[in-house]
């Protein structure tokens, strides 16, 4: 697949707006005017911060923010190991008149019209429950209608598969967009979306309360620093998407077999011994030469079909968009393995069964680097 990875920035609209007003409240407040956060405004401390790096306050303190939030995001993304291939703003598609070019363009066609003051996108003949409206009746635009010229640029890039992630009160913007791609021509069946449920943090029993506009939150720098980037990437890998997610911030820095992530790092690290074990024992194995029949524990016979069905699982991963199937396939070996270690050595006076046992070692560390280097966990020399 050529696929690219995209990181849609929404820096444009009444939330933004809201941003730059709290801002500016706190950079005058530092200045010793006596001001408020504006209703419904952001009342983190964090925007303190960016306030003590506001040198002129004529600047656009939408966009100051928004840059600067920008940057943070695009510092713990590359930390916690996820990279995008474009960054692309809402904004420029409303600085670039793309927005009321595309209104405009379906207005004409008959697929917007104007009704209580507002303009209405025709979504109800796509499957829509009912019309959705672009422009309110104060002239201010909705969410709906730069997402239309984004789409419209990325069908105009040619791609034949769009995924949009999205968020839990995302539900209904799922027929709205794919009337949109249909309106352009384009089959709404291949147009996807994955809905990542929301995350609940705690701290042993603890659950944390969190609040974005009053600041109250965990950010993923916090999260990292505290259990580390592997941790934090396994917890929300190993978990379907549009499940709920319970975050045991304690669970994720245990080094014990409670903690998925070491449970997963602690086999990958025990197959690496044994095979180094067994080079200073003077085996070392060409798989050609050994005989499998040898293999006749459980533990190694499901070990082997394990190892069969990696090619599966990989392709159940592509088709259902589904990387928890990988997590959960892993943890399954995994489980397996540090089973067979306790029961079985590996390396034996016998070196025939001894040799046998190291190819399947040796297969299942092949099928662990693999996974792990596709989930983009650390693959530890020791632990």
């Known amino acids: 697949f050529d696929v ?10 009444r939330q933004i707006k809201l941003l730059g007003e709290s801002l500016k409240a706190r950079y005058l407040q530092m200045k010793g005017v006596n001001c408020t956060i504006p209703e419904g405004g952001y009342e983190g401390n964090y925007l303190i911060d960016i306030a003590k ?18 940057e943070d995001i695009k510092e713990d993304l590359k930390r916690f190991g996820v990279s995008f291939d474009r960054w692309v ?128 939150f965990i950010s993923l720098k916090q999260l990292m ?14 978990r379907k998407a549009d499940s709920h997610l319970d975050f045991d911030l304690e669970l994720a820095k245990k080094h014990s077999v409670e903690n998925p992530v070491y449970y997963l790092q602690y086999a990958y690290v025990r197959m690496k011994h044994i095979i180094e074990f067994a080079k200073e024992k003077g085996i070392d194995v060409a798989e050609s030469s050994v005989d499998l029949s040898l ?29 928890h199937l990988l997590a959960e396939y892993l943890l399954d070996i995994a489980k397996l393995f540090h089973s067979y270690y306790h029961k079985h050595r590996v390396v034996t006076e016998d070196r025939e069964l001894s040799s046998a046992r190291l190819v399947l070692t040796k297969a299942l560390l092949s099928v662990f680097s693999l996974s792990l280097n596709l989930l983009n966990i650390t693959l530890p020399e020791k632990m």
Do not use: C
């Open 4 to 13: 690219t990875k995209e990181y849609y920035i929404n820096d444009a609209g």
């Open 53 to 70: 790096k506001v040198t002129d306050e004529k600047i656009d303190f939408n966009q100051f923010a928004a840059d600067l939030i920008l």
């Open 89 to 216: 703003r809402e904004s420029d598609f409303f600085k670039r008149g793309k927005v009321d070019e595309l209104l405009k363009y379906l207005e004409g066609k008959g697929a917007i019209y104007s009704a209580e003051g507002s303009k209405w996108f025709k979504t109800s003949v796509f499957g829509d429950e009912k019309d959705r409206v672009v422009i309110k009746s104060d002239g201010s635009y909705t969410y709906l209608a730069s997402d239309i010229a984004y789409h419209k640029d990325k069908i105009e890039r040619g791609y034949d598969t769009l995924i949009n992630i999205v968020g839990p009160d995302h539900h209904g913007y799922i027929p709205r967009i794919k009337a949109v791609v249909e309106t352009f021509g384009f089959p709404p069946e291949n147009l996807h979306f994955i809905i990542v449920q929301l995350t609940t943090l705690y701290r042993g029993k603890e659950k944390l309360s969190m609040s974005t506009r009053k600041g109250q």
């Open 225 to 238: 620093d505290e259990v580390g980037p592997d941790a934090s990437k396994f917890f929300f890998i190993f």
């Open 295 to 323: 293999l006749k524990e459980p533990e190694e016979l499901s070990l082997a079909k394990y190892i069969a069905k990696f090619p599966d699982t990989i392709e159940a991963v592509v088709n259902s968009y589904g990387v």
